[in-house]
C-alpha cells in the first residue's frame, strides 16, 4: 500500500544525499543515555523489567565489598583485601538480566524515501543504533535482522560491549531495495527468537497489514514484547505537493503514475490516516506499544519521550 512516494522530478536535498557517517549522536546518548528500555513482560530467567537482580551473585559484573560472615564461602574471600586490612571481605556481583532485545529493520524499498529530510530507513537505523547502545549499556542482549526481499542480514543477540560494532557494522552496510513482503520476513526470522524478550520493528508499515498482523502474532504468541516504531517522512504524511507530478514506486521498478495532487490529497490523507490507524490497533491489539515518528523529528526527543513513556505505563 502506497508505494508511489516519490516525486520523479524532486531530488532531494544535498545534505539528505551525505553519507550517514556515525550512527550513534552523541548528542542523542546524553538525552537518553540516563533512562531505560524495560520489558513489560516475563522474560526467560527474571521478571520483566528487572534488568539487574536485586540478589547478588558470583559470576558477572563486580559490584561491592561486605564483610565476611559466618556461613560464607571462603572462595569468596578478597585476599588481596585481607592483605591491606587484615581484615575478611566478601566479594559481591551482579547478575545480569536474561532479556534478549531484537532490533528489526524494514529495508524494503519505500524506506528509502526521503525528500526534506534524511531516508526513512536512515532515520530507522540511526534510532535502532541509539537503541543498541542504550541496552548494551543496561547490561542486556542486544541483535539485529535487516528485513530483505532477497536476503535478510542476522547478528544475533550478545551481551558483550563490543559487540556493539558488530551491530553497527550490519546496519551501516544495508540499503533499502525491494519488495516490502515484510510478514513473510519475519516469520522466516521468528525461529531465530528463541528466548522470550523484546521485538523492536522500524517500519514505515506500507505493506498488507493482515499479513504484518500475523507475523507480529507469530512473535507475540513466542512469549516477546512487541514495539512498532512505525517511521514516516512528512511528505507522506502531509502531502503538500502542490503541481502536476509524477510519481515512481520505489518497491517496482519503472511504474509511474501522473496525477494533479490537489485533486487526489483528501482522498489520500483520509486513506493514509485509516491505514496507520490499522497499523496502531493491530499492534496495540496484541499488547505492543506502537509509536509513530517522522524523520523531521528531534531523534533525541522521540527516543526521550518513548522510554519515558513506557516506564510511567509500569513497565
Known sequence: MFPWNRPAAAQPPASSRRETGDLIDPRVMVEIGHLELLSRLVVDGLLAGKHRSTTKGGCCEFAQHRQYAFGDELRQIDWQVYARSDRYYIKQFEEETNLHALLAIDASGSMGFGLSTISKFDYARRAAA???????????AVGAVVLAEHK???VPPRQKAAHLRALLATIQAAQPS?????GAQIRACAPR???RGMFILFTDGFGDLEDLGRALQIVRGRGHDVIVMNVLAPEE????FRHWSAFESLEMAG?????????IREEYLRRLQMHLDQLAELTVGLGGDYVRMTTQQDLSEVLGWFL???SAKGA
Do not use: M
Request: proline content about 3%; charged content about 25%.
Open 152 to 154: 535478510s542480514l542476522y
Open 130 to 140: 541509539c537503541l543498541a547502545r542504550l541496552l548494551l549499556h543496561q547490561r542486556d
Open 193 to 195: 527468537l528463541q528466548r
Open 255 to 263: 511504474q509511474r503514475v501522473k496525477l494533479d495532487p490537489a485533486s
Open 308 to 310: 519515558r513513556s513506557r
Open 178 to 182: 525491494g519488495g516490502g513482503r515484510l
Open 237 to 240: 504524511l502531509h502531502f503538500q
